[in-house]
């Protein structure tokens, strides 16, 4: 009765064989288990089609047979890699190729799954072969390194340090990321139970934290409420208060003129105003309430009539106290 052989090439002598040649035999043998046990081997990758691992029956150096192939070549297009139908093996597979191009591990027929390198992914995989039925599969058992491109899933990272970016799943820019050596504040984001908004807050040791957002440019912040209107957020800062002439009143002392109403032009809008003296110097006054945006910094004011010198009054009520301030 002539040997057999296994599906990764290990010869099964009959009973009587091989007389003589018996201990190489097993010596080859033994080899070739040690090989898929834990050897490693490097596969050039053909740019012109499909690459067929083979068994070498009795046979040492079948790639196929190596518990670790480095996958080597430079391609212009997307390649696979086929095992026999019948290999049941764990391998671990390194995607040494360049060119950037996809490499798909699979098995020679059949519609079982597969596990792919995509473009760019020069990472390893630990890959099992099931090896039964007409569409075996390629399974990935998702091994993560720390240079590959790997999705994933359920995983909890406490307290993951980040580098400068965090991207998008197109590898492009979502986030950057500047550290600060000295850094003893943050920012904690919450989310909520129904019925209440997401928290962005301000936290760390200080006692009085706030957020600031910066713009580029000419840009400004936006914001959207739930109704799809968009505007600009409105940053406290320096702010008009328009006075018409009509909230004007003249003072008892040197006071202008009172309030008149002039008419340019006949059923035209009519102009209310305030007379002042051009040649001596009168008063009007007003009270208006500021902002409590307001920051208590300097006050500034301009006529209406850019050629006269208006002495404006007007009375801020600030940290509970009264203040008469008096601009010119």
Not at 21 to 35: A, D, P, R
Not at 311 to 318: D, F, I, N, P, R
Request: hydrophobic share 35%.
């Amino acid at each position: 009765m002539a040997s057999t052989y296994t599906p990764l090439g290990v010869e099964k002598m009959a009973t009587g064989e091989n007389a003589g040649t018996w201990g190489t035999k097993t010596n080859t043998n033994l080899e070739i288990i040690e090989q898929y046990a834990g050897g490693y081997t490097t596969q050039a990758v053909s740019d012109s089609g499909d690459t067929t691992l083979s068994v070498t029956d009795g046979g040492t150096g079948a790639s196929l047979a190596h518990r670790v192939i480095d996958l080597t070549g430079a391609l212009t297009g997307s390649r696979n890699v086929t095992i026999p139908i019948d290999v049941q093996q764990m391998y671990v597979l390194k995607n040494s190729t360049t060119g950037s191009q996809a490499v798909t591990f699979k098995y020679v027929t059949g519609t079982g799954s597969s596990v792919a390198f995509t473009g760019g992914d020069t990472s390893s995989k630990i890959v099992y072969g099931t090896g039964s039925g007409s569409n075996p599969n390629i399974v990935d058992l998702g091994f993560v390194t720390t240079t590959g491109t790997q999705t994933l899933t359920n995983k909890t990272l406490t307290s993951p340090k980040i580098g400068t970016s965090i991207l998008d799943t197109n590898g492009l820019e979502l986030a950057l990321l500047t550290a600060t050596s000295s850094a003893v504040n943050e920012i904690t984001l919450a989310n909520a139970a129904t019925g209440n908004s997401p928290i962005i807050s301000a936290t760390g040791d200080d006692s009085n934290i706030g957020i600031q957002f910066k713009t580029k440019g000419t840009g400004v912040i936006k914001a959207e409420d739930g109704g799809g209107t968009v505007a600009a957020v409105k940053i406290a800062g320096k702010e008009t208060i328009w006075i018409p002439a009509v909230a004007m009143y003249p003072a008892t002392s040197n006071g202008c003129g009172a309030l008149a109403q002039t008419e340019l032009t006949a059923q035209r809008p009519e102009v209310k105003a305030l007379p002042f003296d051009a040649s001596s110097d009168e008063y009007a006054q007003f009270a208006v309430a500021f902002p409590k945006s307001w920051n208590e910094g300097t006050v500034t004011f301009q006529s209406g009539l850019a050629q006269e010198l208006i002495l404006v009054q007007y009375v801020l009520q600030c940290k509970e106290s009264l203040y008469p301030v008096m601009i010119l």
